[in-house]
């Protein structure tokens, strides 16, 4: 079998983006019967975010990669069977359960920071792990109110007691519930062989700096340690020991470092054909996306509606392994409306339709209405398609 270039030889631009899309889950057949779970499990790290437009992001994430399936589903993987966890990691991300041990550090640098953007009123955290321990999981508001006012950045007491015991591990997020976190004691939510493990940083960082690597198939230090929001002198002091290899990529400027399993065989197989959350651990990072794909990619969502340029929640379309373009859906009743369409050219109407049919049928969507394209003249092609496809 033909093997890709060793570490001391140039990967080119081209298998660099393969393998990225190979890591990720997204060239090659799916792999159904590990479902949702194994998709976390492959990724290491999938990312959570409050906007919901055709889904929320972390539902966005195994579709990307599986296509449709119950969503039900994967709120199951997520928050039912201890399977999973939420804590910090590239943001707030659901974590599988089996790298608890591995966010240690973490956990410890919480104990030794020495500011807060919130004051912790005396003895509210006692009484908010009182209160767990007696009564079980209970969202904030249940634990004495989530907010002082209406304004969002005004915590109580109690939500910043207990947002501090999640982040040092004495508490966990168990469920999301209207998006609110239910709380409940680490004791109880995590198995007790993981709950007791408490490696050192080196080990802790050593783990994540290789998961990185297998996640992303090749990267900079710079991906690396975005994977994971380290610092760049962490992964310094242990990429040698991580068990990836160093590598040379075709138009990068700076050096990488790749998964050796990754290198073993070319990628092949199938390309997945999708719309992709702006959260999706394939293009989360603005300055990789651009040196693989050579696509620029914003959230618009928190920018001013006048200054938006492609939409509040633009969505790329990955098809054929390359980022051809980007819808900003909405949903009326039973039809997605695709609000503004940005294609690359003639060559991607059939790809866009594609993926905006197939997202639309798995949010239960009969229709799907178009309402403006970048380039008018395309408009009418991809109009004709989506008729074809649904026909």
Known sequence: MTTLARPSTELSADEA???????????????????VRGVLRHLGAVQLDTISVLARSHELVPYARLGAMARR???????????????????????????WPHFAFRRRAYRNRPHWNHELPDGAYERVVKQLRAEGPLTATELGGAKRTSEWWDWSGAKVAVERALMYGEVVCVERRGWKRVYDLAERAIPEALLREEPEDDVCLRRLVGLAGQSLGVGTRAD??????????????????????PVTVEGWDRPAWADPAALASPPRGRHRTTLLSPFDSL???????????????????????????????????LAGGRLVGRVDPARQGRTLVARQVTLDGARAVPAVARALVEGASWVDCTDVRVERVDAPELREPLVRELASATA
Request: charged share 30%; aromatic share 12%.
């Open 17 to 35: 983006r393969r393998i990225a899309l190979r890591a990720q889950g997204l060239l090659g057949a799916p792999d159904r019967r590990r479902g």
């Open 73 to 99: 589903s994967v709120e199951d993987v997520y928050w039912k069977g201890g399977q999973a966890f939420e804590y910090w990691s590239h943001a707030a991300c659901i974590l599988p359960v089996e790298e």
């Open 224 to 245: 690396i340690a975005d994977y994971h929001r380290l610092k760049g002198e962490q992964v310094d002091a242990v990429i040698a020991d991580s068990g990836l290899v």
């Open 283 to 317: 293009i989360w990072e603005r300055a990789r996306t651009e040196r693989i794909f050579g696509f620029t990619h914003r959230l618009e969502a928190y920018v001013p509606k006048h200054k938006r340029i492609h939409g509040y929640f633009a969505m790329p379309v």
